[in-house]
């Protein structure tokens, strides 16, 4: 059942859970949005193929607000607005450790290994500018419960910049946290989005709900 966090002619918007995929890839599962496809043909009774854009991503482990675009004019409007900074970004995140400081600014350059599907913090010569904000939301019992605002969308930015200070997310073994998940996912949430709309020139806020586990339920 998908959970549908925004929707009109031109967006939808969609809450993933961890292990969703949002694009096909090499492990052939099926993809999210071959299930928002599906569920736009049968809302709007729509015959032939239906078209859905996707604009950015989110890692497999992540859960949290996938942005879809439903006509190819929304599509470019909102990538030009993804690489132009104009849209804003908040996650939320549950970390082993607290960070140096209750808020703060990391900055790094970032260097894919396409092999592994891994980032580590490298030279500036080599790696990828990297920017993120980070704020510590509350101490919970045994974890960090953190808000983070990227300014840039590197492969798999925040894990690996959180991990480099270490505030390794909670499941993210990929990074060095301590043990996994059961399920497989990360603590880490794509909460926020906030953007002009690309045709209706409005301002929309989205915000997804964490899922529903007994430490995101500490977070609240």
Known sequence: ML?????????IAINKKAGDIVQGDKTGDTPLSDFVKAYIKKKYKKPGEVFLGTIHRLDRPTSGIVLYARTSK???????????????????????????????TLESYLQKNQKKNKSYVTKNDVGKHAILEYKLLKKLDNFYHLEIKPKTGRHHQIRVQLANIGCKIKGDLKYGARRSNKDASIHLLAQKLEFIH?????????????PKDSVWDACK
């Open 3 to 11: 959970d549908v966090l925004y929707e009109d002619n031109h967006l």
């Open 74 to 104: 929304a599509l470019s409007r909102m990538n030009e607005k993804f690489r132009n900074k104009g849209v804003k970004k908040t996650y939320w995140a549950v970390a082993e450790n607290a960070p140096p400081n209750t808020s703060g």
């Open 198 to 210: 690309p045709v209706k020139k409005e301002a929309i806020s989205i915000t997804a709900p964490a």
